[in-house]
């Protein structure tokens, strides 16, 4: 962020104001995180703030601290309308397009408040009046760490902040092991927990709280698991059918793409999940090296990301949408056997 814009949400942030923090839909851990660690920062200032999210979270983040006060625009919507409308501010965290946030797109766009944007994708739109965007960055979470050290405020992170940025640059970085996490992002890790970030109980609270219905699904997944040699690609398919049958809850597929991409030879994994609900295939693509996900995903699936994380949907049926990925991939055979 730029030393002028710096000054700029000082100068702002030096009155009481009203306060909105909306992450993306399908929130996860790192927009949990940086939206809740936020949250508490701002409250130090004796501001006004309200975290409203698109939709509703994973149950196994709903323990992060003030996870309980977040609104969940998809049955709120009235209330959420009002306090978006009437804020001052309002904090877009882990995404940089009003579409991410699915039906808050509308009155998002018609905000007369003051944007602030906070984000590590790629390709920002242009809707925010100060834009804190850097792509390099491990997580949003890191990004708000340093965002409330360049405003001269890091003593005031406690062990709620803490807590809460902690757990999003460990989730979103896999536990410290994709290739964004930076000597830097280590050392931030070292703050965290000086300044009383858990790591055990987190990881434990993350990724230990499995019910058997949730590993059962993940065995279903892992039998569709299908490798494509030739593509060094493996995919994973899950029918709404198949996640109905063990009771799936927001979260319980969370990763398990990842299980593709741990292959043997494998540099592209995805996973489609069908989605009858909302008439879609939730699609997320994962990638080694530099075979960008990020280029696939915009092109053929809607979506976008990171270089090597991404997502998209596609309308089609799921059988559909698998033979489109499927014949898309030649294309991509010289840069995925180079890799």
């Known amino acids: 962020m730029e030393k002028h814009d ?13 306060i909105v923090i909306v992450p993306h839909k399908n929130p ?48 709120q919507s009235r209330f959420c309308d009002a306090l978006i409308n009437d804020a001052d501010v309002i904090f877009t965290l882990d995404f940089n397009a009003f579409h991410r946030t ?5 009155v998002l766009a018609n905000s007369q408040a003051i944007k602030i944007m906070i984000d590590h994708h790629q390709s920002p739109d242009d809707y925010a009046q100060f834009t804190y965007s850097d792509v390099s960055m491990s997580s949003t979470c890191e990004m708000v760490y340093n965002f409330i050290d360049k405003l001269g405020d890091a003593n005031k992170i406690g062990k709620d902040i803490a807590t ?11 536990s410290f092991r994709f290739a964004s996490t930076t000597s830097t992002t280590h050392r931030v890790i070292a703050e965290l927990m000086d300044k009383g970030a858990n790591n055990a109980k987190i990881h434990n609270s993350i990724y230990d709280s499995n019910s058997y219905e949730k590993l059962q699904l993940l065995g279903r997944a892992l039998s569709n698991l ?13 029918s709404q059918d198949e996640l109905n049958q063990f009771n799936y809850k927001k979260g319980d597929t969370e990763g398990v793409v990842n299980y593709g991409l741990s292959l043997d030879g494998v540099v592209l994994a995805a996973i489609f999940i069908e989605d009858k609900q909302e008439g879609i295939v939730k699609i997320s693509l994962r990638s080694k090296g530099n075979f960008s996900v990020n280029d696939m995903s915009r092109a053929h699936f809607n979506g976008g990301g ?20 499927i014949s898309i991939l030649p294309s991509y055979n010289k840069a995925l056997n180079d890799e």
Do not use: Q
């Open 102 to 106: 699915g039906d808050m797109e509308p």
């Open 226 to 238: 299908k490798v494509i040699p030739e593509s060094r690609t493996a995919y994973i398919t899950l």
């Open 28 to 75: 996860d851990g790192d927009a949990i995180g940086s939206s809740l660690g936020l949250c508490h920062y701002l409250l130090k200032g004796d501001h006004k703030v309200h975290v409203v999210v698109p939709n509703e979270f994973p149950s196994f983040l709903k323990w992060i601290p003030g996870g309980d006060a977040i609104l969940k625009y998809d049955s």
């Open 6 to 18: 710096i000054t700029g949400v000082k100068a702002l942030l030096s009155t009481k104001k009203k």
């Open 164 to 174: 809460c940025l902690y757990t999003g640059i460990m989730t979103d970085t896999g």
């Open 306 to 325: 990171h270089i090597n994380a991404a997502g998209g949907r596609s309308e089609l049926s799921l059988n559909e949408t698998v033979e489109k990925f």
